[in-house]
Antibody
Framework: EVQLVESGGGLVQPGRSMKLSCAAS????????MAWVRQAPKKGLEWVAY????????YYRDPVKGRFTISRDNAKSTLYLQMDSLRSEDTATYYC????????WGQGVMVTVSS | DVVLTQTPVSLSVTLGDQASISCRSS???????????LEWYLQKPGQSPQLLIY???NRFSGVPDRFIGSGSGTDFTLKISRVEPEDLGVYYC?????????FGGGTKLELK
């Protein structure tokens, strides 16, 4: 059974950093591109970042370019999202997904950026 | 950025009815390789989204055949024949043809 389990969320002040992790199991992690998708409270879905199966290619939406870094450790079957210079508009539930397409999703982790 | 416009925003149905959701793109979603990276997702209340359809019309593993995706270019449709209680929630179309990848605004399917 495919499982994606996110961790690392919580409350953080504007301008500070936070790192999300996603532990994967039930499939060959190193064969899959992976992505992060977020959802602000009561809002729709927004793609954030994508990383290729080997980590050789990464893509970001413009508002997070230069502030967020997606990475992976295939030996640990773990995906990461380093988020720096956080803003209030980054407040959302962050989902780890296999992708693309986004076949499988984690349960999500809440990130609240507030003073 | 490619804008995906979903209509209607909300849809009230009776169980057993057919439901139809439209997704219109501001640009053609056919990629240079001939593939159209248009997908449909369903987010049930309190749950993570789940993949229903990829490549316009291909059902993901385990998705019932009452879900039918169609369309080309800029106009796409998701039809649900014989709506069942587990089909209720918010449906999103999504495109991965153009950077940045974008979702539609969502269509909420609820009971009349």
């Amino acid at each position: 059974e495919v499982q994606l389990v996110e961790s690392g969320g919580g409350l953080v002040q504007p301008g500070r950093s936070m790192k999300l992790s996603c532990a994967a199991s039930g499939f060959t992690f190193s064969n899959y591109g992976m992505a992060w998708v977020r959802q602000a409270p009561k809002k729709g879905l927004e793609w954030v970042a994508y990383i290729s199966y080997d980590g050789g290619s990464t893509y970001y939406r413009d508002p997070v370019k230069g502030r967020f870094t997606i990475s992976r450790d295939n030996a640990k079957s773990t995906l990461y999202l380093q988020m720096d210079s956080l803003r209030s508009e980054d407040t959302a539930t962050y989902y780890c997904t296999t992708g693309a397409p986004f076949d499988y999703w984690g349960q999500g982790v809440m990130v609240t950026v507030s003073s | 950025d490619v804008v995906l416009t979903q209509t209607p925003v909300s849809l009230s149905v009776t169980l057993g009815d057919q439901a139809s959701i439209s997704c219109r793109s501001s640009q053609s979603l056919e990629y240079s390789d001939g593939y159209t990276y248009l997908e449909w997702y369903l987010q049930k209340p309190g749950q993570s989204p789940q993949l229903l359809i990829y490549g316009v019309s291909n059902r993901f593993s385990g998705v019932p055949d009452r879900f039918i995706g169609s369309g080309s270019g800029t106009d796409f449709t998701l039809k649900i024949s014989r709506v069942e209680p587990e089909d209720l929630g918010v449906y999103y179309c999504f495109q991965a043809t153009h950077d940045p990848w974008t979702f539609g605004g969502g269509t909420k399917l609820e009971l009349k």
